[in-house]
């Protein structure tokens, strides 16, 4: 049996990786595949993979392709999820803020340095003509961290998944004052090179098992109940996430590599680019 650590988000966008593990479908294929739960999101994923804590992530596209251009011996193997990522930028019920230009030179808060808290909110900044120089943040760790954070005033700002937060939305912990969608497809599948090297073959029948899984996952006879349920999620909400939500089977093309290094370069978030080709693996 090989054992394998795949680490993701506690969010409904992995709901197809819990259905497979439970039913059994890796252990048919000798491998028993470990699922770890990262609540703290992209930037506490990078550093699983660094440390050997987990093999796999399925992580923001923009996070991985950071942290390999700084040194991760990790590739991207495919594409998880096609759609962008809807960020939701989020305040605190109370806050004096109501509009998104009031949060320009104010702090965000953020789970890590090199998350996708942290990089989105360079977007929105260059996406409304902010000085991203100077932002400020306040690490917060996870989604937690940020409901006290915003609560006490610690930080102005929260940018997370917008389905995610929206029922802290709804008991009116925090405000939405506006979205930031991600301009390139959000999730990809990421693995450590020396996974790559000595259970090739493994991480195939990974992938085609998942991917056998997505690719019909919205007819799931009430897959929108049981995401609803399982995520305490309201059922038009599911719905509406899984209108605008569209899962991949392919690798992510260089062009589309190429575009968010460009845009990263330009936000100074990464010091150089590189060829697609040393940012992937093909299985």
Not at 74 to 81: A, H, L, N, S
């Amino acid at each position: 049996m090989h054992t394998i650590k795949i680490g993701g988000v506690p969010e409904h966008f992995n709901l197809p990786w819990h259905l497979t593990i439970e039913e059994g479908a890796y252990l048919e294929k000798d491998i028993e595949l470990e699922w770890i739960d990262f609540p703290g999101g992209t930037g506490a994923m990078c550093e699983a993979l660094r440390n050997n804590d987990i093999d796999i992530a399925i992580i923001l596209t923009e996070g991985i392709i950071k942290d390999i251009i700084a040194g991760s011996p990790t590739k991207i193997v495919q594409t998880y999820i096609q759609s962008p990522l809807v960020w939701g930028i989020h305040v605190g019920h109370s806050s004096k803020y109501t509009n998104l230009s009031d949060l320009q030179n104010t702090s965000a808060a953020i789970s890590r340095y090199g998350s996708g808290s942290h990089l989105m909110a360079y977007v929105n900044a260059q996406n409304n003509g902010w000085d991203t120089s100077a932002l400020q943040f306040e690490v917060v760790k996870n989604l937690d961290g940020a409901v006290k954070a915003l609560t006490d005033g610690n930080a102005d700002y929260f940018m997370w998944e917008h389905f995610t937060t929206k029922p802290l939305v709804d008991n009116k912990t925090f405000r939405r004052i506006a979205d930031c969608p991600t301009p390139w497809p959000c999730f990809v599948i990421a693995v450590r090179e020396e996974i790559l090297d000595t259970k090739k073959d493994r991480v195939k029948d990974i992938l085609q098992i998942i991917n056998n899984t997505t690719v019909d996952f919205k007819q799931i006879p009430s897959i929108d109940k049981t995401l609803s349920l399982r995520y305490d999620q309201q059922l038009q909400d599911i719905r509406d996430w899984i209108q605008i939500t569209e899962w991949s089977q392919s690798l992510i093309k260089s062009k589309t590599l190429n575009q968010i290094q460009n845009q990263l370069f330009k936000l100074d978030i990464i010091d150089k680019i590189i060829d697609p080709k040393d940012l992937i693996s093909e299985i």
